[in-house]
């Protein structure tokens, strides 16, 4: 039986293991770095920063190497918690753990308060894309968005390697880095919360702050009966008009990314016509004015 592994401790250069060649795997995942960084973004980049800073030397080299090579056959992650299976040197793969500690109901009802306040964080997010700033929305109410430090962050892996983290563990850390760079959300699942909570959660907030209050309602007045417009009825009419002011989207194509991503060709195709429509009539009001 596979010993149970611990935190991830560091300080582990100075042991020596005999390198073993791994059985080719098939059907592996695949790396889209092949040589370089892992990743391209910056939320990606912390988080493989964080694995860097435990010192594990060859191993992180060893773990880049079965990253590339397809060695990692699958990574499922979900709040909290990231199985994964790697093909090693024995015919039966490792099965790797890791458990983040997620943030409490509490905390998560604190970030997407703050979060909500942002009109331009909620767009973003809305894109896809993590803004640059949110961890200083995280730090804000008191909470980190990734693991700081070993407490937050435990791994294991059923290869006889007693060190912690193990190739294996790296190999899946890397790839992990990869997916985060394609699905930031990903990153808020391991905290505990999916994209779709995530989501409804910001759309409930920003909803009701421009919900009016029952104070707010304006009044109406009540319109005449039929028998009481007999005699004006067929009448001429005075209509009193001002052009509307118009503004422009910050976000392109924003209603499309609020709901699940059509295929590639139909959104961009959508985002073009979207594009063309905003310069025509910008071009078309510019023109409206100066002539005015």
């Known amino acids: 039986m596979a010993k149970r592994k611990s935190q991830l401790k560091p ?32 939320w990606a980049k912390r988080w493989l920063a964080v694995l860097e800073t435990y010192g594990i030397g060859s191993r ?4 880049r190497s079965y990253a590339r090579g397809g060695q990692v056959l699958s990574i499922d992650i979900k709040p909290g918690f990231v199985a994964a299976k790697v093909q090693g040197s024995q015919p039966t793969p490792y099965r790797v753990k890791m458990e983040v500690k997620p943030l409490s109901d509490e905390s998560w009802e604190k970030v997407l308060d703050a979060i909500s306040t942002q009109a331009l ?23 980190s968005l990734f693991p700081s430090d070993s407490r937050y962050l435990t791994t294991d892996c059923t290869c006889p390697d007693d060190a912690n983290p193990c190739k294996h563990i ?30 409804e959660a910001l759309r409930v907030r920003r909803a009701s702050a421009v919900e009016p209050t029952s104070d707010d309602q304006p009044m109406v007045a009540k319109p005449s009966s039929l028998t009481e417009q007999i005699d004006t009825f067929w009448g001429p009419t005075e ?9 422009f989207p910050e976000t392109h194509a924003s209603v499309l990314k609020r ?12 985002t073009s016509i979207y594009q063309a429509m905003s310069r025509s009539i910008q071009a078309r009001f510019l023109t409206e004015t100066t002539d005015d």
């Open 121 to 143: 964080f909620t767009a973003t997010l809305l894109e896809g894309t993590m803004p640059s700033e949110i961890e200083s929305v995280f730090q804000s109410v008191k909470v």
């Open 170 to 199: 790296a190999a899946v850390y890397y790839l992990m880095g990869e997916q985060f760079d394609l699905d930031p959300f990903l990153i808020f699942t391991l905290r505990g919360r999916t994209r779709e909570q995530v989501m």
């Open 239 to 247: 209509f009193e008009w001002s052009p509307l002011p118009l503004s």
């Open 60 to 63: 992180l080299q060893r773990g």
């Open 259 to 270: 709901f699940d991503t059509p295929p590639h060709e139909t959104q961009k195709a959508l």
């Open 11 to 42: 300080d582990y250069n100075d042991y020596y293991f005999p390198p073993s060649r791994p059985i080719k795997a098939e059907n592996g995942l695949q790396s889209r770095s092949q040589r370089g960084e892992f990743a391209s973004s910056w």
